[in-house]
């Protein structure tokens, strides 16, 4: 699996993403850190807002809402830091939500930390297409608490593999996590790994085990945290060279505190998605 990476190789024809500008054979991906439907626009609001990782608040069945209406343009989405139906979210379970209220036919909910009435951290997935497997994997560490969604589309002796996760904060846990993620994907030809990844693309590409891959960062330059002042590029898609990128940005929706990123590819014509019940 392993190539020489090109400078530049990873095609970027415009910088504001237009999703409305999809084209037969592309697909919209979008990755978000919802932070279970707070609302945080300052660092103070870490402090004053904090409660709200255990209490139900009025302001988040809006907040939702805001989400859901970016939600409707794209094709496969990854939520981290959803609740799966607790004291807090208003035993709402918000990836459900999200699907329903935006039609998507597909979708899953990964509990990973689970804290009874009090908190489900969960990640999410909803998708428009049909996908031929889907798995729920436990990633390691020291702490547990964080998992991947593999979801593997198309013809199964090559499909387009789609892996959504949220690592761990330290670079070693980190490190740990990727290295069990790299061995899932190494044998696919067509690759996407999303979502919080908590660090920059060049430790991620450079000095991580995904070095000894061929993925490409989409994403590389554009920061997405915090959110109401964007300073570090946190949240991440990678993607196989076999997938070209026609556009990618991020969306200026300043509602938690990292901002949503979203890439346009076009697949290639052996991996039929299937978008039918």
Known sequence: MKRDRAPGSVH?????????????????????????????????????????????????????DQIAAALPDFDLVALQEADGGSLRSGFINQTEYLALKCQFPYWYHQLNRNLGKLAQHSNGFLSRF????????????????????????????NPLVVVMMHLALSQRARNGQLSYIRDLVRTYNHVVLMGDMNTHAEQLLNNSPLKDTDLQAVHSELNTFPSWRPSRSLDHILVSPSLIVHQFGVLNLPISDHLPIAVEVEVPKSVILETTL
């Not at 560490?141 to 969604?149: D, F, Q, T």
């Open 130 to 157: 049909k996908p031929t497997i889907l798995e729920d994997h436990k990633l390691p560490g020291l702490i547990p608490g964080r998992g991947a969604i593999v979801a593997r589309f198309g013809d199964t002796r």
């Open 12 to 64: 970027r024809s415009e910088l504001v993403y237009n999703p409305r500008s999809q084209k037969p054979g592309h697909i919209r991906l979008l990755s978000f850190n919802i932070q279970v439907g707070i609302n945080t626009q300052q660092y103070g609001h870490y402090l004053t807002r904090g409660w709200q990782h255990l209490l139900p608040h009025s302001r988040r069945a809006r907040t939702l």
